[in-house]
């Protein structure tokens, strides 16, 4: 049973920091891609990040420069450090796995989701 269970969400003011993480169970992170995204109210879920087995990342054009993802093999985990905030970085964040042989920023490519967690900037 894959779970994936997400934390580091909060309040910050524009232009802070927060660090999300995506703690894996039930399947190993460095042989998956893996994968951010974000609903704001209102708006579809959209791609934010991800992370191929060979380390390979891609980035949505909106976070490009300000987001890093990456990954802890040995705590099978993946985070997201997301720096210079802007209010229009206000979403739920989700993790996500995908079970597909080609990587991909489609949110239909990916199987295995989080519970979110929400991530507010205020400014």
């Known amino acids: 049973q894959v779970q994936l269970v997400e934390s580091g969400g909060g309040l910050v003011q524009a232009g802070g920091s927060l660090r999300l993480s995506c703690a894996a169970s039930?399947?190993?992170?460095?042989?998956?891609?893996m994968g951010w995204f974000r609903q704001a109210p209102g708006k579809e879920r959209e791609f934010v990040s991800m992370i191929t087995r060979w380390s390979v990342t891609n980035y949505a054009d909106a976070v490009k420069g300000r987001f890093t993802i990456s990954r802890d093999n040995a705590k099978n985990s993946v985070y997201l450090q997301m720096n210079s905030l802007t209010p229009e970085d206000t979403a739920v964040y989700y993790c996500a796995a995908s079970s597909g042989l080609v990587p991909s920023s489609n949110v239909n490519n990916y199987h295995y989701w989080g519970q979110g967690t929400q991530v507010t900037v205020s400014s």
């Open positions: 039930g399947l190993t992170v460095s042989r998956t891609t």
